[in-house]
């Protein structure tokens, strides 16, 4: 403002000079008077062209040709401010009191150059241009500013720094300030990309908003549908302010135009519909902002926050403390929830777009009485998120999950094509609710324990589920597969005990596993139930949602686990339809391994084959065939 200011008094001194020498001098000679007095308060260069001229009725007026302010030496060659023309009113009363009072400023078609170099310096810093004064305009005695207007005026930014640009173009603004102790006023109107800009502002004194020192009043910014409203105290030189903040940022591609980019379309949850914020906001000179006793609304999720935003560094920085009020509603993972689940026909192939982790860095704790996700549903949690060069690290100190408990880390990691890994640990969470809502699938009913590792690239879901790498173990107590009668179908060789209303009630089952480009091993599963035992080895394809797996059942006739029966049976298929099959051939091959065992037994003995030596059948054979066949061959020539 102090700029500004300084090109206003200069202004000032141009009517005064005018009017003053009306009837006396040339108005050549009074332009080049009145740009002296300007580049004497602006330190830059100033011009006005065309004829100067002053009139008397229906007031004291001054309207000049084009005018224009020479740039810094070091910003580009277009000058800092120029206008098509200009008109100053003046109180002809208040000035013969000795006060100077303008009735009206009007700009006609005004552009305004600001640009910061890439070592910090702005060109609208005039601050050398002080000690040429001998005062600050702010303290002009009795100056005040009825009414100044701006039609069809252009304001350009560009910062050398960041490569931000920033055009605002068709300004229409009005400015009062009517006494340097009371408040001043402004209204403006413009368009950036596209996008109306209108902005309100009050500060109160006049005198404080001029110099930068820090003043008391209101600012309202909308531009499209968004809106930032302030209420509080604000300087700007240096840049401070303290107050109450509303946010409402719904309007996405309002806020694109103004950050002249493009911004990712945000789900459900997390403010597809609505952004709010309200709270007390604290910026400092150093550009640090911080959020005091603040609630967030996005969407349905009612959230409260306190934050410290830090600009300075290679990226911006924020700790935050964010509690949610209400449950917990996040948008479903592609391809996850009941929709997307095993009744589906593959994991989404969406892109998954890690970019914007690597736009700021975090240190974020967050609480929230319960989660819905997708069609997850989750108890209390806590936790606590870092991010830093594009990595986000997620660390579970609590999440309650159907009737258990789940804890470990999450990473995301957005370097390259992306990737993704998670340690966790699961405790008694039961099994038959979160496959439902994690895969659509019931069959399963029991307490699960265990770990598992994984990680994964994290381009799509189709691909995060085909990449998948890790291992870990699974222990189930008591418990039911519904869908499946596992003795039944041994004790009566039928695989009919398939459906609904069979199920096989188990006391544990465990296993470990391994996963490999998506497909998960588990070679030593063991199921320990009534009259059943149950060893298995097989895959899972994660990936291509499919079973290849083989349990060998063992029916036990006998309290001591002896005299079993036991079928190999086969499961193989989609997740949603696998089909089970007896291995017959497998029921019948120690059968006639057996059959075949004592049939080479009597053979030996008939052939007297030294088995324990390790003298084949085919060897005994032949040493009993060229026995006889000398035995024969002596009788044959007379020998005994």
């Not at 602006?42 to 006005?48: D, E, I, L, M, N």
């Not at 968004?226 to 940022?249: I, K, M, N, T």
């Amino acid at each position: 403002m102090r700029w500004m200011v300084r090109i206003l008094s200069g202004l000032v001194m141009l009517a005064l000079l005018v009017v003053g020498a009306v009837f006396l001098i040339p108005t050549d000679e009074v332009a080049r008077m009145a740009a002296r007095q300007v580049e004497a308060a602006t330190g830059r260069a100033f011009s006005v062209q065309g004829p100067v001229k002053a009139s008397i009725w229906p007031g004291l007026a001054v309207e000049t040709g084009p005018v224009r302010l020479a740039n810094a030496d070091w910003a580009s060659d277009a000058p800092m401010v120029e206008a098509a023309g200009l008109r100053i009113s003046l109180d002809t009363m208040a000035l013969i009191g000795g006060d100077i009072r303008i009735d009206g400023l009007d700009l006609i078609a005004p552009r305004l150059r600001l640009e910061r170099h890439r070592d910090g310096r702005a060109n609208w810093d005039l601050a050398l241009a002080s000690s040429d004064t001998g005062s600050t305009p702010g303290e002009t005695r009795g100056f005040s500013l009825s009414e100044a207007r701006m039609s069809e005026g252009q304001v350009i930014f560009a910062d050398a720094a960041t490569g931000a640009r920033y055009d605002l173009s068709g300004i229409d603004a009005v400015l009062r300030l009517p006494d340097p102790a009371a408040p001043a006023h402004l209204d403006l109107s413009g368009t950036l990309n596209g996008q109306t800009v209108r902005m309100a502002l009050s500060a109160s004194p006049a005198a404080a908003l001029l110099s930068g020192a820090e003043a008391s009043g209101k600012i309202e910014l909308a531009i499209g549908g968004a809106a930032l409203d302030f209420e509080g105290s604000f300087g700007h030189a240096p840049l401070l302010a303290d107050g109450a903040l509303h946010v409402d940022a719904a309007d996405h591609g309002a806020l694109a135009a103004l950050m002249g980019t493009s911004l990712p379309d945000l789900p459900q949850g997390l403010g597809a519909r609505t952004i709010r914020l309200d709270g007390r906001a604290v910026l400092s000179p150093d550009l640090r902002l911080v959020l005091r006793d603040a609630i967030a609304q996005l969407d349905d999720n009612r959230l409260r926050l306190s934050a410290d935003l830090r600009t300075s560094g290679q990226r911006p920085s924020v700790t935050a403390t964010i509690a949610a009020e209400t449950p917990l509603v996040l948008p479903a993972s592609a391809g996850g929830g009941a929709a997307g689940g095993a009744g589906s026909g593959g994991w989404s192939t969406a892109p998954i777009d890690l970019s914007a982790l690597g736009a700021v860095d975090a240190d974020v704790t967050f609480a929230a009485p319960s989660v819905q996700a997708g069609g997850m549903r989750l108890g209390a949690l806590r936790g606590r998120l870092a991010l830093a060069d594009g990595r986000a690290t997620v660390t579970l100190s609590e999440m309650q999950a159907y009737e258990g408990r789940i804890s470990g880390t999450m990473v995301a990691n957005a370097s390259g094509r992306g990737s993704v890994r998670a340690d966790l640990l699961v405790e008694n969470v039961a099994l038959q609710p979160m496959l439902h809502d994690l895969a659509g699938y019931d069959r399963l009913t029991a307490s699960a324990n265990g770990r598992i590792s994984v990680l994964s690239s994290a381009a799509s879901m189709s691909e995060m589920m085909n990449r998948l790498q890790g291992e870990g173990q699974l222990s189930l107590g008591k418990g039911e597969l519904r869908g499946l009668d596992l003795l039944g179908m041994l004790r009566r060789l039928d695989v009919s005990y398939v459906g609904e209303g069979q199920k096989t009630i188990f006391d544990s089952i465990s296993t470990s596993f391994s996963i490999a480009e998506g497909v998960l091993r588990a070679d030593d599963l063991k199921l320990a139930a009534p009259y059943l035992q149950v060893a298995g080895t097989g895959t899972v394809g994660i990936g291509s949602r499919t079973l290849d797996y083989r349990l060998l059942p063992v029916a036990l006739q006998k309290e001591d686990g002896t005299g079993g029966l036991g079928v190999p049976l086969k499961i193989t298929g989609p997740w949603a339809r696998p089909r089970f099959q007896l291995d017959m051939e497998a029921l019948a091959k120690p059968k006639l391994d057996a059959e075949r065992a004592r049939a080479e037994k009597k053979l030996a003995e008939k052939l007297g084959a030294d088995t324990e030596n390790g003298e084949t059948l085919e060897d005994a054979a032949k040493r009993k065939l060229e026995t006889e066949l000398r035995r024969g061959l002596g009788k044959l020539f007379g020998g005994n």
